[in-house]
């Protein structure tokens, strides 16, 4: 079949990579993709949110299936527009509808959905400029920390973790009044602060039933042992020490069924993939947030350990056979590093070029994913914050950790930065 992925980062990349070894996947397309995915499939200069210009593709390509990597297609209707065409009706979009992705667009939304079906998760209470000054009283009275949250999307910027009142409240004025997050924070979400280990787990369910496909540690902080800003993610481990048998009982128990029971009974259109960010809290999973598609980087890290063909997993979540589905993944432990620009998450630099990206490749059993990376003539040449990965495997989580870095010390750019700790804290 010809496959139509749509994104252009890390995520992408290594959905292309994995797509790309079925003997179901005839062309791949990535739009707009980056130089990584130009290696493997072909990359169209169509922009995420173009449903005209993908329409066009799709149709000038003969796609029978797209994958949607990043969340604002998603939560701007994507699969509904291509649903309500007659032309395009007949695509396996894997993804959401509009309507089923508010449970990542908007965090009142999932925490509503979270309530009706019993899901643990924080506690929390939700203002608008309408009722600003409860919010105010709110946050005087709240335990510290607190967490605030812009209710809409805003780029994974718009979470704050408040240690002093002073600090909430000016966050919360931020957010209302002056509208640091544009609409997103038109509403706000005060969160209880839950104290623990945060974890992810990925399913793809077709709204009726569910595959676990990999679950992930990633680590979010720009310093090490976890200090200084938040970041997009600095790297991932899988699979994770603790994230045993039983915990995982309890993740499908509690949260996942649960959850997907919720979406068939509310009547939620949902084919794709399922993003669970937890908090392990003493051995207690807790949901801080629904994803409705998969995470950066951690699918540079969950899709080398799986073994299933993923191309046939999709098709399965199209054509009823979902549960049916063996899920088998390898036997070794999987690191990934990111490697992000100078003054990330702040303010860097990009168009600098990026040396020993085929000497990395060399190291057994590396990969490189790209991220915020374009071409500049013949040359590539950094264009973001996270600029690409590097993973490896291990028989033990320290030795891909440490093959992950020896394929990272390969590669250079002016001002590139790299988080030495990834799994510190797995280590024996």
């Known amino acids: 079949m010809n496959i139509l992925i749509i994104g252009s980062g890390g995520r992408e990349h290594a959905l292309a990579w994995k797509m790309a070894q079925s003997h179901h996947c005839d062309n791949l397309f990535i739009a707009p993709g980056n130089p990584g995915t130009a290696s493997i499939g072909t990359n169209v200069a169509i922009q995420v949110n173009d449903f005209v210009g993908l329409k066009n593709c799709v149709l000038e390509n003969a796609i029978d299936m797209i994958v949607v990597g990043p969340e604002d297609p998603l939560v701007n209707g994507i699969y509904d527009y291509f649903l309500k065409d007659e032309d395009t009706q007949h695509v396996n979009v894997i993804g959401p509808s509009a309507e089923a992705a508010q449970l990542e667009g908007s965090k009142a939304f999932s925490k509503h959905f979270m309530q009706r079906h019993d899901i643990p998760t924080a506690s929390y209470a939700e203002f608008t400029h309408a009722n600003y000054d409860q919010g105010v009283e709110y946050i005087k009275n709240h335990t510290l920390p607190i967490v605030l949250k812009a209710d809409g999307l805003a780029a994974g910027k718009g979470v704050i973790i ?77 699979p994770v020490p603790f994230m045993d048998k039983v915990f995982m009982q309890k993740v499908e128990e509690r949260i996942i069924k649960p959850t997907i029971k919720g979406i068939q009974s509310e009547n939620l259109v949902y084919k794709g993939f399922v993003f669970f960010g937890l908090m392990n809290c003493g051995g207690e999973p807790y949901v801080i947030e629904y994803n409705c598609r998969l995470g950066d980087p951690e699918t ?76 500049k003539e013949s040359e ?49």
């Open 162 to 238: 408040a240690f002093t009142h002073e600090e909430a409240l000016t966050s919360f004025e931020e957010m209302i009044q002056n509208k640091q997050f544009g609409e997103a924070s038109s509403k706000v979400v005060i969160e209880q602060f839950l104290e623990g280990i945060e974890v992810s787990v990925f399913a793809l369910t077709d709204g009726f039933n569910y595959q676990i496909i990999g679950h992930a540690k990633d680590y979010k902080r720009i310093g090490e042992g976890d200090t200084g800003l938040n970041t997009g993610g600095m790297g991932c481990v899988s």
């Open 300 to 375: 540079e890290v969950i899709l080398p350990r799986l073994q299933t063909d993923l191309v046939s997993l999709l098709a399965a979540a199209d054509n009823g056979t979902l549960e049916d589905v063996n899920i088998e993944y390898h036997n070794a432990s999987f690191a990934t590093v990111m490697a992000v620009s100078g003054g990330y998450p702040g303010d860097y630099q990009k168009g600098y070029t990026i040396h020993g990206l085929t000497e990395a490749a060399t190291i057994p059993g590396a990969l490189v994913f790209q991220a915020g990376t374009t071409f």
């Open 380 to 428: 590539i040449v950094t264009n973001g914050g996270r600029v690409l990965t590097t993973t490896a495997q291990g028989e033990q989580l320290q030795e891909a950790v440490e093959n992950a870095q020896k394929a990272l010390s390969k590669i250079c750019f002016e001002g590139m930065y790299f988080r030495k700790d990834i799994g510190y804290e797995f280590k024996p």
